[in-house]
């Protein structure tokens, strides 16, 4: 997975599992090292522990200099986790170069949990693929970014906890991931509550849970990357690209679209989503790629149908193609 010799850049929290990462590549890489610590400043004190963090990845890499401590600022009012995190990778980002790789201590446990509330979203295959060992992310400048998650495979939390104290490392024990003695109620976040009241549930009746989810991850992303493999295929003879002269937009037409299977009929409606325009279709609601799916592709009839989105544009059927139109009435 990775070289020995590349530059590597590691998000490092403090917490367990990212100064565990820390410790194993300070040990085993022989190329560049780098440490970025985010200070998200939502909790009080997080200036502290981001100093505190950096402190261990200087000791750890040997090299003051090669650890950058960056200081988030996030909108409170609007959604924090999802503002917290585009703010963590912005910040990340920056620190790695065109010829960089990096590195994210998520582990199998980290995995479970994805798994978890991808099923309790009920979004389909794609929810439970779970997180990406080796992908590519694209900064906001469009630059493609590399990232490696060295753990996500065979190692959980109990073992980076156990490196750390092997380890005489004194790691960061964030409160808001729920604590082994702390309750997690409804002002945690999903994530932490599923951590701690819900996976612990499940592993009493299915000794092994976390590394039972986190295989299904792996085999649910094979597979959906297989089917996203074979829609982008029929896609093209299910579309004119060009679209007509008022819209600039590609048209799909509806009994060519109709002929495909379920699973590929709602792949092929958001990758002509995806080249309308339509920003972010991946988290478009199921209910919608269905209505599209089933008021305007499985049906037969020459009135035309019209779909509302969202508050910007519609999907519209007329004879046998589909459009997508500016904010559209009735």
């Keep these: 997975m990775l070289d020995a010799a590349e530059n590597l850049v590691v998000g490092v929290s403090?917490?367990?599992?990212?100064?565990?990462?820390?410790?194993?590549?300070?040990?085993?890489?022989?190329?560049?090292?780098?440490?970025?610590?985010?200070?998200?400043?939502?909790?009080?004190?997080?200036?502290?522990?981001?100093?505190?963090?950096?402190?261990?990845?200087?000791?750890?890499?040997?090299?003051?200099?090669?650890?950058?401590?960056?200081?988030?600022?996030?909108?409170?009012?609007?959604?924090?986790?999802?503002?917290?995190?585009?703010?963590?990778?912005?910040?990340?980002?920056?620190?790695?170069?065109?010829d960089d790789i990096l590195l994210l201590a998520h582990t199998l446990n980290d995995q479970a949990e994805s798994v978890l509330l991808g099923l309790g979203r009920g979004s389909g295959l794609s929810a439970i693929c779970g997180i990406r060992e080796d992908c590519y992310m694209r900064?906001?400048?469009?630059?493609?970014?590399?990232?490696?998650?060295?753990?996500?495979?065979?190692?959980?939390?109990?073992?980076?906890?156990?490196?750390?104290?092997?380890?005489?490392?004194?790691?960061?024990?964030?409160?808001?991931?729920?604590?082994?003695?702390?309750?997690?109620?409804a002002t945690f976040p999903r994530r932490s509550q599923i951590r701690s009241e819900l996976l612990p549930v499940y592993d009493k009746f299915f000794p092994g849970i976390v590394k039972n989810l986190?295989?299904?991850?792996?085999?649910?992303?094979?597979?959906?990357?297989?089917?996203?493999?074979?829609?982008?295929?029929?896609?093209?003879?299910?579309?004119?690209?060009?679209?007509?002269?008022?819209?600039?937009?590609?048209?799909?037409?509806?009994?060519?679209?109709?002929t495909e299977h379920p699973a590929l009929q709602r792949r092929i409606i958001r990758i002509w989503l995806e080249r309308c325009g339509v920003k972010n279709s991946r988290a478009l609601e199921y209910a919608k790629i269905e209505e599209i799916r089933t008021r305007l592709v499985n049906v037969t009839g020459v009135g035309g149908t019209t779909i509302q989105l969202d508050n910007h544009c519609s999907a519209v059927r007329t004879g046998d193609t589909i459009t997508l139109s500016a904010r559209h009435a009735g």
Excluded at 153 to 176: A, F, G, L, Q
Excluded at 221 to 228: I, S, V
């Design 14 to 98: 403090g917490g367990a599992d990212s100064v565990a990462l820390l410790k194993v590549l300070s040990i085993m890489h022989h190329g560049k090292l780098k440490a970025v610590i985010v200070d998200h400043g939502v909790q009080e004190g997080s200036d502290e522990v981001a100093d505190n963090a950096a402190q261990i990845a200087a000791e750890l890499i040997g090299d003051p200099d090669a650890v950058v401590v960056k200081r988030a600022l996030i909108d409170a009012h609007r959604n924090l986790e999802a503002n917290a995190r585009e703010a963590r990778f912005r910040l990340l980002f920056e620190e790695v170069g065109d």
């Design 214 to 258: 986190a295989r299904s991850a792996t085999i649910a992303r094979d597979e959906n990357d297989f089917l996203d493999t074979c829609a982008s295929e029929h896609y093209i003879y299910c579309v004119d690209e060009l679209g007509t002269l008022d819209t600039a937009k590609p048209t799909l037409f509806r009994s060519k679209v109709a």
């Design 139 to 185: 900064d906001e400048y469009g630059a493609q970014k590399r990232i490696v998650r060295p753990f996500l495979r065979s190692i959980e939390r109990k073992d980076t906890e156990e490196i750390c104290v092997s380890s005489r490392i004194e790691y960061w024990n964030d409160p808001t991931n729920g604590a082994h003695d702390v309750k997690c109620d």
